[in-house]
């Protein structure tokens, strides 16, 4: 009994010897970056911005990818360091990568829609590729909510569509597996629009937070202390902790419509979803698809994302999951070197 | 800044020298509390007091530690993460677990660590409550410190506006303003529930108050504060339900967690390791509120919190308003038409120039068909051209074929002619032979011959 006494406190004295010298660490950390590969500006429509990344390979893709991120969090997720990277792991495989940048909203967003986003920005983006690589299809991945867009994008658009890869991409939103879906059917969304405009970044952030409320608040924080003593581990966390807190504001009415027609209406997969005057049917899906999805994923569940291809009228239609969470799917040491290649390889046979 | 850089190492050190100090001391006492138990000695009172000294020391360490922890993780985060994030890290909960931890330490001879009697820590529910103080956003998420901010906002733009006039408004401004202060300040539901119920005698008694026909040109005012009220009401309502089922869950949670706690002791695997502890609590009480808020029930209630609050809200907007229409500020409905408008020509202009990119498109294939037609106009011309004089040449050829073989016949002719001719003066020549040939048959014969 006395040795359990002994040891407790010994290991207690580890415990506090990592927070001594992590505070050290911490006093030493330079300013945290995220998003290092190179990328150049090439369009621009007030504070929506598309990037060209620089080619880091002789041989590159004829056919551009343009990715399209969620408005939720940012893009920054997809480049958060070089060793944990999609980006700079598609370049590598000889990828021409295009991304949007939605900016952070402000008040003056407070009426942008889903139709401003998809039918405005989105195909801007996509004529000005096509424009500039005189092609008439790109290839086109969409991550999440940003996948959600792209598939309604490729419906609305497929010859302009070569090839569409969504990852974890959420497609049927009355599927049990996520306490989002649950939560999100029981609450008003036009009082949360109506009451908010700009619904805050940091409200999604506590939404987040509740679905693991005390891995994410409590127990994150008490691992971080055994990491703490090695600098480049802390600066991994602070990386991510920068991430996950650089929340933009949603857009109220693109929101509200999202809540309502997705997580409350489920139109999508019903068919009952309209963008603007057009209803979106995702059998118009016609090009190859490769659906991404994550096995441990909390926030869009598989049977949120498999549904799609079930959906669509492609003839050429794959899935491939990895055994990862929603994150996970850009940053774990297990697909850093197997997602990239994968759809690499499947375009290349799509050429 | 830089000061508070350099000051941060000599402290730490100064704290780890203290804490380790404490430790071993503190692992001393249980040694000799052993060999005392073993050797069948009893202990003077003094050693308890040593006893119990080396934790409360250890304890009052481990509190600075996570004070100037989180001291320090303020200053040195603040320029490399979103301020967004400071509030959620909160090292001071390090010091909770501690406590938690060490009262929860299994001591010589199956003594009980004084520390696990002042404050019931070993109850989760208990620990939950002081998180709750501490603002943790698990627990704002039920409430919503953006309603607060909104009220406090409103409150100061009513009172700036109205100036002495306030009247009874005043009274029932800074009543609500107290009452949602308390209400983020209560740490149980039975205090939740206390407050929702103060309220609502107290609003019936503000209500009197905007009754009042002293109010003349505010009662349009009174009768939006009236509703302001009403779902005040309705939240804290709906908010001492959440508070009750968060309540009752955080009791089930701590009764596993302990349950957990003795059944890895009884299995001789105790947890005594700080992280293996908080590791622990962290999985056991997750898997007890999920159980709760994976359900239909939680949803609906979490619903009605969600939406009895953004009510409440919509009418405090409703309420600022008013408050400054008198003023020449612009109100946030005006600036939301004018948003909704630039909006609007925004959209349209998209649309136009998306028109004028198709029109000159299409134009742009008139125009180069036009072009090709054009070609194809003067490339029929040259071939017409390049055919007729083709045709000339041809027919020059022909002409002079056609003048060659009219010389060729003429000469022809012509050669005929003399042929005609000699042939004429032959014969012409040959007829007085032929003459005397018929005059004489001998000779004719001899010609003949000579001919033969």
């Known amino acids: ?351 | 800044m830089q000061d508070f850089f350099k000051q941060q190492p000599d402290w730490l050190k100064t704290w780890q020298g203290n804490q380790e100090a404490l430790t071993k001391q503190f692992a001393g006492l249980s040694e000799e509390w052993m060999k005392s138990v073993s050797g069948g000695l009893k202990k003077e009172p003094d050693f308890f007091e040593g006893w119990f000294k080396s934790q409360g020391d250890l304890q009052e360490q481990f509190r600075e530690f996570g004070r100037r922890m989180n001291e320090m993780i303020g200053s040195v985060w603040s320029n490399k993460i979103p301020p967004d994030m400071l509030r959620y890290v909160n090292t001071s909960f390090l010091e909770a677990f501690y406590k938690n931890w060490l009262s929860n330490i299994e001591l010589p001879g199956g003594i009980k660590n004084p520390l696990g009697v002042d404050g019931g820590w070993q109850q989760a529910a208990s620990f939950l409550r002081t998180f709750m103080e501490r603002e943790n956003p698990f627990f704002s998420t039920f409430s919503s410190n953006k309603i607060t901010d909104q009220m406090s906002q409103m409150f100061g733009m009513l009172q700036g506006t109205l100036g002495q006039n306030a009247g009874p408004f005043g009274a029932i401004m800074s009543g609500c303003q107290d009452y949602f202060g308390k209400l983020m300040e209560s740490s149980t539901s039975q205090a939740a529930e206390k407050l929702a119920e103060g309220f609502d005698t107290w609003s019936k008694e503000m209500e009197k108050n905007l009754m009042a026909p002293k109010l003349g040109i505010n009662r349009e005012l009174a009768r939006e504060i009236s509703q302001a009220l009403v779902l005040t009401k309705d939240y804290l309502s709906a908010f001492s339900k959440m508070a009750r089922l968060v309540d009752a869950t955080s009791r089930k949670a701590g009764t596993r967690f302990q349950a957990k706690l003795s059944e890895a002791a009884l299995s001789n695997k105790p947890v005594n390791k700080f992280v293996d502890f908080c590791a622990l609590w962290a999985t056991e009480n997750e898997t007890v509120f999920l159980d709760i808020m994976g359900t239909q029930e939680f949803a609906t209630l979490q619903g009605q919190v969600i939406d009895a609050g953004h009510r409440l809200k919509i009418q405090w907007n409703k309420l600022a308003e008013k408050a400054l229409e008198p003023t020449p500020l612009a109100l946030k409905r005006d600036l939301d038409l004018a948003i909704a408008e630039i909006h609007q020509m925004k959209r349209d202009m998209r649309t136009f120039q998306r028109e004028i990119k198709e029109m000159k498109a299409e134009s742009q294939v008139a125009h180069k068909a036009q072009a090709a037609a054009e070609e194809d106009a003067k490339k029929s011309k040259a071939a017409l051209k390049a055919a007729e004089a083709a045709a000339l040449e041809e027919s020059k050829k022909a002409k002079a074929a056609l003048k060659a073989a009219e010389t060729a016949a003429q000469v022809q002719a012509k050669k005929a002619k003399a042929a005609e001719v000699a042939a004429e003066a032959l014969a012409k020549k040959a007829a007085p032979a032929a003459k005397a040939v018929m005059a004489s048959p001998k000779a004719a014969t001899k010609t003949k011959s000579k001919n033969a």
């Open chain 1, 1 to 351: 009994m006395s040795n359990n006494l002994k040891e407790s406190l010994e290991d207690f004295t580890k415990f506090a010897n990592g927070l001594r010298k992590g505070a050290e660490n911490l006093a030493a950390i330079d300013e945290i970056k995220i998003g290092h590969t190179e990328k150049e500006l090439v369009y621009q429509d007030g504070k929506r911005k598309l990037y060209r990344y620089s080619q880091r390979v002789r041989k590159v893709s004829p056919v551009p990818m343009l990715v399209v991120y969620a408005l939720v969090n940012r893009y920054t997720m997809l480049d958060l360091q070089p060793n944990r990277s999609l980006i700079r792991n598609l370049l590598d495989q000889g990828q021409d990568v295009y991304i949007i940048d939605w900016g952070y909203a402000d008040r003056m967003d407070r009426f942008m829609t889903m139709e401003d986003y998809i039918d405005g920005f989105i195909n801007d983006c996509v004529d000005f590729i096509r424009e500039q690589h005189k092609l008439k299809a790109i290839n086109l991945l969409g991550v999440c909510q940003g996948g959600t867009f792209s598939t309604i994008y490729a419906a609305l658009y497929p010859e302009k569509v070569k090839n569409f890869i969504p990852v974890v991409t959420p497609i049927d939103f009355d599927t049990k597996g996520s306490l989002l879906n649950i939560w999100a059917s029981s609450f008003d969304a036009d009082l949360m629009v109506d009451a908010y405009g700009n619904v805050p970044g940091d409200l999604m952030n506590q939404a987040y937070t509740m679905l693991q409320p005390f891995t994410l608040s409590i127990q994150k924080y008490i691992n971080m202390v055994g990491i703490m003593e090695d600098s480049e581990k802390l600066a991994d966390f602070l990386r991510m902790e920068a991430w996950i807190f650089d929340s933009p504001d949603q857009p109220g009415e693109t929101l509200r419509q999202f809540l309502k027609d997705f997580y409350q209406g489920n139109k999508l997969v019903k068919g009952e979803f309209k963008l603007g005057n057009r209803r979106v049917e995702l059998k118009n899906i016609t090009m190859p698809v490769l659906n991404v999805y994550a096995e441990f994923d909390t926030l869009v569940p598989p049977a949120s994302s498999k549904v799609l291809l079930k959906h669509v009228g492609s003839k050429d239609a794959q899935e491939v999951t990895f055994p990862v969470g929603h994150i996970g799917m850009f940053v774990s040491g297990k697909t850093q070197k197997s997602l990239a290649p994968k759809i690499a390889e499947w375009l290349n046979d799509r050429i």
